[in-house]
C-alpha cells in the first residue's frame, strides 16, 4: 500500500475523569492526549496495516516531540510535520456525557502553529511524491484564512500529483468565525466551495451536506434522532451534480437516543454506477449497530474515514459493499475506546464484519 498522506492540525485533548463537569474535575487531576480529525485518520490506518503519514506544523518544544513519539510508536509516517516558531498547541477539553445529558466540547484553538502557517511552506512535491491518496477535512480551513488557503494549495498539488483526494466535511460551527459579518454556514460554504473542485471522495455525517453544501435529506431531523437513511442516496447525487469530479461519497449514519445509545452505520455511493451501498446489512437490509454503552463517541467519524480510505486502498476490501461494511464495522468499535484513537486491528473490524458481536471474552 503507497502512502496515505493527511494534513491538518493535531492537539492536546484534555478529558474530565469519569463523567464529571469541567467545574467538578478542575482544579485537579485531569487526563491529557493527542488528538485531531486528520491525525485520528492516519492512526487507523496505520493500526490496520497500512502507510500513513502526517503533515502539520507544530511549536518547536519539547511537547511537540512528545506527541511525534508517540506517533511514531504508532507507525505514523512524521518527518514532514513542521517544527515552527509561530503559535501554539491547540487544546480541547472533553465532558463525556451520560444518558441524556451530551458530551460536551470545549475549544482553545486560537493561534495554533497550524493555523498561521502559509501552505506554500510544506513541501507538497516531495510529500506526494510516493503517495497515492491525500486527506484533509472541514475543519482545518476552519481555523484561519492562511489554514484554508492551505488546505485550497495542497488538494490542488495532490490532484496535479495524481493522488486520490478525499475530505470529511467536518462541519464545526465554533471555529468559523475568521471573516467578520460572516456567519459560520456561510463562511463554510463558501471556503469548502473552493475545496470541493479538487476532491474525488467526499465524506460527509448525516447534518454536514446541509451545514457546508446546503444539501438536506428529506424526512430526517437530526436533532429528534430521526433518520430517513434512504434519503441519503439523494444528498450524494445531488453533491456529484455540483461538483462532478466527485467520484464517490460516504455518509455516517447517526441516531442519537441518549449520550450513551446510538444506533450507527454508513452509505457510500458509487457514482460511476449510480449505486449506493449501505452497511451494515442484516437479510439483506440496512439495519444499524445499536451501540448502547458509549465509551467515547468523540472520533468515531475519523475512525469511518480511515477505515474507508484503508479499504478503498486494499484491493480485497475495496468492492464498494465490502470498503463501507469495514468502515462502518470499524467506526462501530471506535465507540468503545476511550480517546480520539480508533486502537482496533484489522482482524477485529473484520471479526465484527462477519457477526462476531456479542462481546464475550476472546480467550
Known amino acids: 500500500m503507497k502512502p496515505v498522506v493527511a494534513f491538518g492540525e493535531i492537539m492536546i485533548r484534555v478529558d474530565m475523569p469519569g463523567h464529571r463537569r469541567i467545574r467538578q474535575a478542575m482544579p485537579g487531576l485531569v487526563e491529557v492526549s493527542f488528538a485531531g480529525a486528520e491525525a485520528n485518520v492516519a492512526v487507523s490506518l496505520a493500526n490496520f496495516g497500512g502507510s500513513a503519514r502526517l503533515v502539520t506544523a507544530l511549536p518547536d518544544h519539547s511537547i511537540t516531540e512528545a506527541c511525534i513519539s508517540v506517533l511514531n510508536g504508532l507507525n505514523v509516517d512524521t518527518r514532514y510535520i513542521l517544527r515552527t516558531k509561530e503559535g501554539r498547541f491547540g487544546l480541547y477539553y472533553v465532558e463525556t456525557g451520560a444518558n441524556q445529558r451530551p458530551s460536551t466540547v470545549v475549544y482553545d484553538r486560537e493561534r ?7 501552505g506554500d511552506r510544506y513541501p507538497w512535491p516531495e510529500i506526494f511524491g510516493d503517495a497515492a491518496w491525500f486527506h484533509v477535512t ?9 489554514a484554508a488557503d492551505a488546505v485550497r494549495l495542497a488538494t490542488a498539488e495532490a490532484q ?12 464545526r460551527s465554533r471555529l468559523w468565525n475568521w471573516k467578520p459579518g460572516v456567519s459560520p454556514s456561510d463562511l463554510a460554504r463558501e471556503t469548502m466551495r473552493g475545496v470541493l473542485p479538487n476532491i474525488h471522495v467526499v465524506i460527509a455525517n448525516e447534518e454536514d451536506a446541509a451545514m457546508v453544501l446546503g444539501i438536506r435529506a428529506k424526512d430526517t431531523d437530526v436533532e429528534a434522532g430521526k433518520l430517513a437513511a434512504d434519503r441519503y442516496p439523494e444528498v450524494a447525487r445531488e453533491i456529484v451534480r455540483r461538483f462532478p469530479n466527485v467520484r464517490q461519497v460516504a455518509i455516517t449514519l447517526r441516531e442519537s437516543f441518549s449520550a450513551t445509545h446510538n444506533n450507527w452505520g ?11 451501498y449501505f452497511a451494515p446489512l442484516r437479510e439483506g437490509r ?9 465509551v467515547d463517541r468523540v472520533g468515531g467519524g475519523d475512525a469511518f474515514a480511515g477505515a474507508l480510505i484503508f479499504a478503498l486502498s486494499t484491493p480485497d476490501l475495496a468492492e464498494p459493499s465490502r470498503a463501507v461494511a469495514f468502515a462502518a464495522a470499524a467506526s462501530c468499535l471506535a465507540h468503545s475506546i476511550h480517546g480520539d484513537f480508533n486502537h482496533s486491528s484489522r482482524k477485529e473490524v473484520e471479526a ?6 456479542s462481546g464475550r471474552v476472546v480467550r
Open 112 to 118: 495554533a502553529s497550524v493555523s498561521l502557517v502559509e
Open 138 to 146: 472541514g475543519i482545518t480551513p476552519a481555523l484561519s484564512r492562511q
Open 160 to 171: 496535479k500529483a495524481g493522488l486520490t483526494v478525499s475530505c470529511d466535511l467536518n462541519y
Open 266 to 276: 454508513g452509505m457510500l455511493y458509487d457514482a460511476s454506477g449510480d449505486a449506493p
Open 286 to 294: 440496512y439495519t444499524p449497530y445499536e451501540i448502547r454503552s458509549i
Open 352 to 357: 465484527l464484519m462477519s457477526g462476531l458481536g
